[in-house]
Structure formats: structure tokens, C-alpha cells
């Protein structure tokens, strides 16, 4: 039996919350969605959410305090034995890992909202919508470079903008739509049907048919 893929995932986390696509990378692996093991997960938060989780579904946890140096990444990755490093709500920049096998989710549209997280995501995009610069949010996936959201982007599912929508109302529903496609999206990834060679954009391969723009839908 050929062996599974193993992912290191990386979720910040907040003090109570936080880890939600961690524990669904979880749960999907074990369901068979995602064809792959997750080895563990890292935080930067000793006691928080995240840490929580990881307790409840038996997955190793790792307190990655920093300095977030390439070393300091390098080391927690050979200890992990992890081939791919999934990043779902880490907020520290990412240095010194092999950048065909590191990729992020990000919670709104890609580049417009570069170098943004959490809630200030959600604020931008209302921002864009009120100068009606912008009618949809979106949900991006992209390889990971020495630089926030610079790496190339292989996903983007957008989401439609409501009049009445505030930044939670928002967040929540674009977290309905990164809950649904992440697994499918990262199985993908470390089956090696979408790739890069980590230098060249140009370089980045999708399946046959796979088509990165898909269109809005109202529900994930």
C-alpha cells in the first residue's frame, strides 16, 4: 500500500477560537476526502484554540514561538516529517520552506487584499463594495514565497457581497466556502495535480479541466 502524503499544518489561532480549517483538514483526511495524513499542527499560541482542538482530535501539537526564522521553520518541519506545509490562518511570515509545497488559504480576493487577515479582510472588501469598486469577496489558495501573498494562485471561489453585510456576516460566509473547497483544493495539491516548480509562475499546472476562476455560486 503506497504511503499517504503527510501535511503539517500551520493556525495561528486566537486565545479562545480559532483552527476551524485545521480541524476540518482533519476530519476530511479521515473520511477520505483529502488523501492525505495530518502529521500535526503548529500555532503560535501555547494554550489557545487551536491547541484545543488538536487535544480533542489526538493530533500532535507544536508551540512555535519564535524567533519565526528559516531555521526555526526548517527544524519543526524535519521533525514533523511532513512533505507539505498547509497554511490556515498562520499570521507569522514564512521563511526557508520549500515553496512547491507550501500554500495558504486566504480569506478574500488575491491581490486586492494582499498582506491583510482575519476581520481586516472582510473590512477591505465592504470597503471596495461601498465605493462600488467591488461586488464579490472571495476565497484564494496560492503557493507560499518569502513574501505575505505573493506566491503563485492556483484557487479563487468568489462570494457574493451583500448590501447588508458587515464583516461578520461576511467572514462567516466566506469561512462556509474555505470549510468546503480546502480539502478538495488540497488534495489536489499533494496528489501533485496542481504544481509548480517554486521559481517560475508560469510554471504553475492544473488537472485537465480544472478551471482556477470559478464562478459565484450562492452557496459553497
Known sequence: ?????????????SATGGGS??????????????RAEIVGV???????????????LGVPFVYFAGPWDASRYQQIARDSGA???ALSGWLKLVLGLDPRFTFNIHPGPLPETEGLYSHFVHEAALAAFG????????VCMHFVTPKYDDGPIFFRKEVKI???DSPDTLGARVNEFELCWQPIITNLVVQREIRWDGRDPDSL???????ILREYDEHP
Do not use: H
Open 83 to 85: 512533505g507539505f506545509f
Open 162 to 164: 451583500w448590501t447588508n
Open 42 to 56: 503548529v500555532s503560535s499560541r501555547e494554550m489557545g484554540g487551536v491547541r484545543q482542538r488538536a487535544d480533542r
Open 21 to 34: 480549517g485545521f480541524e476540518n483538514l482533519v476530519r476530511c483526511s479521515r473520511a477520505g476526502v483529502l
Open 131 to 138: 465605493r462600488d469598486k467591488n461586488t464579490r469577496s472571495a
Open 1 to 13: 500500500m503506497t504511503a499517504q502524503p503527510k501535511i503539517l499544518v500551520f493556525a495561528s489561532g
Open 205 to 211: 499546472r492544473f488537472p485537465i479541466g480544472y478551471r
